[in-house]
Each structure stands twice: as C-alpha cells, then as structure tokens.
C-alpha cells in the first residue's frame, strides 16, 4: 500500500468519525428538544392545581367567615329577644305582687299596709303614697274596711327603653259595716317599672279601683 493510498484511508476513517459524532450530538439536541416541552407541560400543570387549591380555600375561609358573622348577628337576635322576653315576664311579676299587696288592706292594721303600699316604689313614688295612705285611712277605718286579694293577670302595655307600664288585674273581696256578707270585685292597676334603676316602681295608678271608684 502507498503512502498515498495511507493517508487517503486515515482522512476517510476521521471523516466517518466526525459524521458520527455530528450525528450523535444532532440526536442529543433533538432528545433534549423533545425534553423541554414535557417539563414545562409538567410545570404548567402543577402550578394550575396550585392555585385552584389556593382559590378553593380562600372561597372556603370567606364562606366560614361569613357564615360566622350571620350566626352570631342571628345569636345576638335571639339572645336580645330572650332577655326582652324575660324583662316582661319579671316586670308582669312585680306588677302582679305590688297590686295584691296594695289591694290587700285591714282597718285593724294600716301599718302593715303602708308598709307593703311604697315596697319597690322610689322615692318620690313613696313620698306620694304615705300621704294619699294617710287620707285613705282616715276613710277607712270608720267603715272597718277589711279586703283580700288574688292575682288575675298582668300584661305589659308598653316599655321603651327599659322602663316598662303593665296592666295588672286582681280580683278583690272586701267586707266594711255595710257589706258585712263580703262584696267581690276587680280593681285594675296600671304600674310603671323602671328596669334601669334596680327594678323601682316609679307610678302606680288605679288604687282608687281598689276601693270600688
């Protein structure tokens, strides 16, 4: 073999090796082309799910909130209608005793109720009471005006901030000298009561009825 023929077979031999390492880096760059749009398929997903998660408990945290502030405005409803229904109940209450007490009347001890008359009542109240108990005694102690009574119903009629007027009804059976058999009758009340200040009755009227006027 030549030396001519040498070199032409060394330069065939390299230029097969340079196609095919051409050819091999050819096909890597393709490999990796092919590579790329997978990934970032990959990527594009995962941060959709992301944040359709992250929206979904957002949505879930402003629906929790909101159902919070309509559970404690409709609590704060039922709770106010509760207390308001328990302020009527205890005013129809004390309306109910003070009208027994104040129908309630024995010529024998006007002391006793004059005592019971200005229970609860504040202090001008009281004042306005001892004096018309003082007429009234003097009425009715020559008739030896002797009654008791018994509760029939007691209804609120209005209250406005906390201050509440309550119809309250007995039935009453009074004996003097010139109904000596006992005379039954019903003497309504009409008492304001004063949440605010401890519950005080601050007007009675109707103590005439008592006595059959």
Known sequence: MSATDMESRIESTASGDDAAAEDGRSAAKSEEGKQEPSTAGRQFTFSLRTGIVALV???????????????????????????????????????????????????????????????????????????????????????????????????????????????????????????PDGLQSTATYSITIDSNNNWQITDVGGIDSALGK
């Open 57 to 179: 408990v957002c949505l879930l945290a402003v629906a929790t909130g909101i159902l919070g502030w309509l559970y404690m405005g409709a609590q704060d409803k039922l709770d106010s209608a509760a207390q308001e229904a328990s302020n009527k109940d205890r005013a129809e209450g004390v309306a109910a005793d003070y009208a027994v007490h104040a129908a309630e009347m024995d010529y024998q001890d006007f002391t006793a109720w004059k005592v019971k008359l200005v229970k609860g009542t504040s202090p001008e109240l009281k004042d306005k009471l001892t004096k018309a108990a003082d007429s009234m005694e003097q009425v009715l102690a020559p008739m030896q005006w002797k009654s008791s009574a018994k509760p029939l119903a007691a209804k609120v009629r209005s209250s406005v901030g906390g201050v509440y007027v309550v119809d309250s009804f007995v039935s009453v059976f009074t004996k003097t000298m010139q109904t």
